[in-house]
């Protein structure tokens, strides 16, 4: 099985993104980071190396900010390692929370492998058998367009993969050091005095 799929995942992050509002957003590691660099904001939490916690931290972030949408953008290999995540999101149900995973099929950071989704592993079905109110795969600029909206208004967990090509962009972003992207994150969302 071969990835067919065109979307493009710097396309589909500026569509999301467009519509960002005050969410806060959560990175997986690797290209989800680069890719959200772009569109750097203080209200983006970029995970870097913690692999299988993207959606464990967005989870924590939608049950402490239950009037914030919370998005998480992550890989396809992420999200496996990461399976059981789903499940605990799907017992608690949070309203506010969205995970997207950007799905080219393969472990793009350790050099290109083919991941279970290759294989016909569905991860909107399994977010579905999770008790996910919105799960659904993309595969087209049309889709995307229509599913946008979904991810901020879905009341319950909403779970999208997004089938995009093996593109790859250069890994490059404006910051790496995890203490000042803690603390810049945590500064935009409770701003300084909760610090002094």
């Not at 989870?59 to 992420?78: F, H, K, M, S, W």
């Not at 929370?97 to 991941?115: F, H, K, P, R």
């Not at 367009?145 to 319950?156: E, F, I, N, Q, W």
């Amino acid at each position: 099985m071969s990835n067919a799929a065109t979307l493009d995942r710097r396309e589909v992050l500026a569509a999301i993104l467009k519509e960002r509002g005050d969410a806060l957003l959560v990175t997986g590691l690797g290209s989800s980071c680069f890719d959200a660099g772009v569109h750097d904001h203080p209200h983006t939490f970029y995970l870097w190396g913690g692999m299988g916690a993207a959606a464990m931290v967005g989870l924590g972030l939608a049950l402490a900010q239950p009037r914030r949408r919370v998005l998480v953008v992550t890989g396809d290999g992420e999200m496996l390692m990461g399976l059981g995540s789903l499940s605990t999101i799907g017992a608690r149900r949070p309203p506010n929370l969205s995970i997207i995973v950007m799905d080219n099929e393969q472990y793009s950071e350790t050099g290109m492998q083919a991941t279970h989704t290759q294989q016909g592993v569905d991860l909107a079905q399994i977010a579905k058998a999770c008790n996910f109110a919105l799960a659904q795969t993309v595969r087209t600029e049309d889709e995307v367009k229509a599913c946008v909206p979904r991810l901020y208004d879905t009341a319950g967990p909403a779970f999208v993969a997004m089938k995009i090509s093996t593109k790859r962009y250069p890994m490059s972003i404006k910051m790496r050091d995890g203490v000042h992207i803690k603390n810049r994150f945590r500064e935009a969302l409770l701003g300084q005095k909760a610090f002094d």
